[in-house]
């Protein structure tokens, strides 16, 4: 749709930049369907699926890292488009975004970008059987909520409700809504 656009503006059709745009979007779609089948893999939910990458490689990591590279392909792709326009701005802007997108996904994780980075390290955000568990995450609405409504809170507190609830229903996360499950699958994979 963008080229016809630009062939109706213009009268040209930029073929190379096209090609760019169309390879970098192609290596992002590869992206996520490899990482999504490396996530299945890592949850069980696959195992029926022979069509799964992962059941036809047999090698979940082999998946996992491929995905990420046709992810650093795409972004690349992209960065050289957003490059070859000229706008000093565009780089910015996109770190900008980056910087928005992870401030965003800490809110609704409920942590802060310290223990988003070295989540490994802290106990209280590990579970001896499954590794990441985060005491705080309520789940993405009520995470926000308190982020943007209620940001100053009794953490003692809520650390202990989150650990007597954890205890009490026998799972290691609060809401099946929990971007934690997202970290979690990728500390399995990697």
């Not at 369907?33 to 082999?62: C, H, I, Q, W, Y």
């Not at 792709?77 to 928005?100: H, K, N, V, Y």
Request: hydrophobic fraction near 50%.
């Amino acid at each position: 749709v963008g080229g016809a656009a630009v062939f109706a503006l213009q009268g040209v059709l930029p073929w190379a930049r096209l090609g760019a745009l169309v390879a970098a979007a192609l290596c992002i779609i590869a992206w996520l369907n490899l990482s999504n089948d490396a996530f299945d893999a890592a949850t069980g939910v696959d195992v029926s699926k022979p069509e799964s990458v992962v059941s036809l490689t047999g090698n979940r990591p082999l998946v996992f890292w491929s995905s990420l590279g046709f992810l650093a392909a795409g972004v690349t792709l992209l960065l050289r488009q957003i490059a070859a326009t000229g706008d000093s701005r565009a780089p910015l802007a996109l770190a900008g975004l980056f910087l928005a997108c992870r401030t965003l996904f800490n809110a609704a994780a409920n942590l802060t970008t310290n223990e988003l980075i070295n989540r490994g390290k802290y106990l209280y955000l590990n579970h001896e059987a499954v590794g990441y568990t985060n005491r705080f995450d309520r789940g993405v609405l009520h995470n926000c909520f308190q982020f943007w409504c209620h940001p100053h809170q009794d953490w003692w507190r809520l650390y202990d409700e989150g650990d007597r609830a954890m205890v009490r229903s026998s799972r290691t996360v609060l809401s099946i809504w929990s971007p934690g499950l997202l970290l979690r699958a990728i500390d399995l994979v990697s």
